[in-house]
């Protein structure tokens, strides 16, 4: 029954995970999909514990990566320790969530409960249940660019795409939230498919398979993204290189025991999967003549193009033009300016870094000022858009070391394994199977090790990058059972004797499993629910209506206790709703006026070093001056140590000018309004408000 439990939630994560969103969350896709994540963590886990309770052992079975992947998990424990934001290194940047100490503690309690309960049929299951929620994902991502998006038909009923804000028909995301993010996910699945597509033994199947990789293929043409495309022609070529090298002639393994009609067998299905590898290139490349790609610009069919895009440059000098003009900055740009910001993080915190995700809080403080000119000028980037860099400025040289280790273990391990079936050492029964197999995930593993040069993982990748090695190791056999050292023999049997003494400790024990195992289940969806009313909670305060606003972050407050962000936006709420309480109701007023400096105080304390929060709180003393004019100190207090924290962004100077301004500090707004232009010369709105603030001949 269990391991019934354990594979059927393994498949579903892998068939839910990427189509899971919703329309009622602050962040359509990427939290509901971690929270999933979360829940099929908490019921693999806990049938994995009834099981063992059953069978009388806890069976942990051992692979070539667990030393690296022991050493990462430390190496993100100690940055979480040292972190300048523990709450976010815990938890994960709010909204996204994956990246976390907790999302990796659940990939890899994912990633050993797999390991030690499948095996290879249930290999090739669950990438059957991945590619057919790849299937459907694509045919979602087709039809948005054909101008009717799915999400809209269940939204709104409308048949068409406008329901999104994006332009969804030049880029499709389909249920994965942003182009690049599909884009990713599809190359990953297209080596599976290619998988099964040459393993196939009936032309029925030949044919399902080959319809996946066309549909996978299109769809991913249609994100237009450059870099998960350069990451699927590494994996393409590392896939021809291997497969050509392990049939250079046709032949098969070098087995003294075969006799020449098997070798004429050998060479005929080889050079008949060769024909069909060819195929599948020939079938790609024709697409990309008819629809383009992200990395050319001819096509056939003009109507299906690609969006423009413009060269990659760095101006020499701050421009006074706003890019906005030109229709905004090219993002291989704003990725030179971010990815210079995360090396100076670097240099600042080598050994553990600013602390694990905490890209978005520290990047204020080395966010170089040629950021400025660019059309992304006031975004908030909560990754470096570089893996590899993100990791290297929040975990430090210890966690980017451990990183590159896990990585470099299992393709080393994957490279040794193909070397010895070629070779015809340590042969299995279906060797070419467990060899193609094999070969096929290392090249997803290598199209994502070069998609993440230029952006970052997100949960669906996340999962196939932990899971992705330990279906190779399964499949493989190359799994080991965990025997305990003799000095944890006492400690086991103990335990089995309290739990097995009598039937009703048994009973006892799976009791307490199951009771933990549905409390973290409510908890989950207390926290799924906390994040409705809280995305209600922002959007009627958007609406302007902050008695609701207030209403509805309170008691996602109350329901989510832990998280800063529901509080901070809380204190902002109140302070609106006591302003506009100050004519009709003074008593209510004040109590909102003194939550709202409660909530506010206790947020900057618990995070001295979240910008976003100081600014949150900006907003919130601006409001409460309207009601007592002592705020509006707290308020200029609360600028200046953004401004300590964020030295090069010029709105924050913009914002402290316009409050100087309106207390009456004319030559100290306007020289604070000369810094803003400093930093940012193409600052429209701050070259208006020092031409109208110089008319007066106040200052000179």
Not at 462 to 477: D, G
Request: glycine share 6%; aromatic share 16%.
């Amino acid at each position: 029954m269990w391991d019934k439990v354990i594979s059927y939630s393994f498949y579903l994560l892998f068939l839910l995970t990427p189509l899971f969103w919703t329309s009622l969350n602050f962040e359509l896709f990427e939290f509901n999909k971690m929270i999933l994540v979360y829940a099929f963590t908490v019921l693999i886990v806990g049938a994995w514990l009834l099981k063992s309770i059953d069978d009388k052992r806890l069976v942990i079975k051992r692979t070539p990566l667990d030393i690296p992947l022991l050493l990462f998990l430390g190496a993100n424990i100690l940055s979480t320790i040292f972190s300048i934001d523990r709450h976010t290194s815990i938890w994960g940047y709010y909204s996204r969530s994956n990246g976390g100490l907790l999302s990796l503690i659940s990939y890899l309690l994912l990633y050993w409960a797999f390991v030690s309960n499948m095996d290879f049929q249930k290999v090739k299951t669950i990438l059957k249940f991945g590619l057919a929620s790849g299937f459907l994902i694509s045919l979602w991502a087709i039809s948005e660019h054909l101008g009717v998006s799915p999400s809209c038909v269940i939204l709104r009923g409308e048949f068409n795409a406008s329901c999104w804000v994006q332009q969804v028909q030049e880029r499709v995301f389909a249920t994965l939230g942003q182009p690049n993010w599909l884009a990713s996910y599809l190359a990953m699945l297209i080596f599976p498919a290619l998988y099964f597509f040459l393993t196939a033994t009936k032309k029925s199947l030949y044919i399902v398979h080959f319809t996946l990789l066309i549909t996978f293929y299109l769809a991913f043409t249609f994100t237009y993204s450059r870099g998960p495309t350069l990451g699927l022609i590494g994996g393409i070529v590392v896939f021809l290189v291997l497969y050509l090298l392990r049939h250079p002639e046709g032949k098969a393994r070098r087995i003294s025991e075969l006799v020449s009609d098997a070798r004429i067998r050998a060479r005929f299905f080889s050079s008949l999967r060769m024909t069909q590898v060819s195929i599948i290139i020939i079938s790609f490349l024709i697409i990309n003549l008819l629809f383009g790609s992200a990395l050319t610009s001819f096509r056939l069919i003009s109507k299906f193009a690609a969006p423009a895009r413009p060269g990659i440059t760095l101006p020499a000098a701050p421009s006074r033009g706003t890019q906005l003009e030109t229709g905004g900055t090219e993002s291989g740009q704003i990725r030179f300016i971010v990815w210079k910001g995360a090396l100076d993080i670097f240099k600042n915190y080598p050994i553990f870094g600013s602390g694990l995700e905490s890209f978005a809080q520290i990047y204020y403080q080395y966010r170089p000022v040629e950021h400025n000119i660019t059309s992304e000028w006031d975004f908030l980037y909560n990754k470096a858009h570089n893996e590899y860099l993100n990791y290297l400025a929040t975990t430090g040289i210890i966690g980017f070391g451990t990183y590159m280790i896990v990585i470099g273990v299992f393709i080393l391990w994957s490279i040794k394994y193909y070397v010895l079936s070629i070779k015809g050492k340590d042969i299995k029964t279906h060797n070419t199977y467990y060899l193609l197999l094999t070969t096929s995930l290392l090249a997803s593993y290598i199209s994502y090790l070069i998609y993440n040069f230029f952006l970052f993982s997100v949960v669906i990748i996340a999962v196939f990058f932990y899971l992705f090695p330990a279906l190779v190791f399964v499949a493989t056999e190359s799994t080991s059972i965990l025997n305990l050292p003799k000095k944890l023999y006492p400690i086991r049997y103990t335990l089995y004797a309290i739990i097995y003494r009598r039937p009703f400790y048994t009973q006892a024990a799976k009791g307490i499993v199951a009771f933990l195992t549905l409390f973290f289940l409510y908890s989950l969806f207390q926290l799924w629910y906390a994040d409705t009313l809280f995305a209600k909670g922002e959007r009627a305060q958007d609406a302007g209506n902050p008695g609701a606003a207030y209403d509805l972050l309170a008691f996602a407050s109350i329901l989510n206790k832990g998280e800063p962000f529901y509080r901070s936006e809380l204190a902002f709420a109140a302070a609106q709703a006591a302003a506009a309480l100050k004519e009709t109701d003074a008593t209510l007023s004040g109590q909102l006026k003194d939550e709202a400096n409660l909530h506010t105080e206790k947020v900057l304390k618990e995070n001295p070093r979240n910008v976003s929060y100081l600014r949150t709180a900006v907003r919130t003393y601006f409001e409460l001056s309207l009601i007592d004019n002592a705020f509006t100190d707290k308020a200029l207090q609360a600028l200046d140590k953004s401004i300590r924290l964020a030295p090069t962004d010029p709105k924050l100077l913009y914002n402290k000018a316009l409050i100087l301004e309106s207390i009456g500090k004319k030559d100290e707004s306007i020289e604070t309004l000369r810094q803003t232009l400093k930093l940012k010369p193409n600052y429209l709105e701050a070259v208006a408000q020092l031409q109208e603030a110089t008319k007066s001949g106040d200052a000179k």
